[in-house]
């Protein structure tokens, strides 16, 4: 059974920073991409960025050049390095994997941008 835990959420001013962690054990394979979604309240759950097994990455145009995806595949864990946070950015943050079309989803980190 995978298991993804989301960690690393909080409140920040905007313009501030934050690092999520995305720890994923059980039966896992680096084969495959991971992602990070997000969901603010009254909203459906978006697409955020996502990371390909080589590492290879995609973000939506709104965080472009703010936040980096990453993945470390010898920790089994995924990364959301998020700079310069706006208002907007506030969210349940999601970790999410599929695997041979099984999707796997953290319980999520809450994500607060205010002043």
């Known amino acids: 059974q995978v298991q993804l835990v989301e960690s690393g959420g909080g409140l920040v001013q905007p313009g501030g920073s934050l690092r999520l962690s995305c720890a994923a054990s059980?039966?896992?394979?680096?084969?495959?991409?991971m992602a990070w979604y997000r969901q603010a309240p009254g909203k459906q759950r978006e697409l955020v960025a996502v990371?390909?097994?080589?590492?290879?990455?995609n973000y939506v145009d709104s965080v472009k050049g703010r936040f980096t995806i990453s993945r470390d595949n010898t920790k089994n864990t995924m990364y959301l390095q998020m700079n310069s946070l706006k208002p907007e950015d506030t969210a349940v943050y999601y970790c999410?994997?599929?695997?041979?079309?099984?999707?796997?989803w953290g319980q999520g980190t809450q994500v607060t941008v205010s002043s």
């Open positions: 999410n994997k599929v695997i041979l079309g099984a999707a796997y």
């Open positions: 059980g039966d896992i394979s680096n084969a495959f991409a």
């Open positions: 990371i390909s097994s080589g590492g290879s990455t």
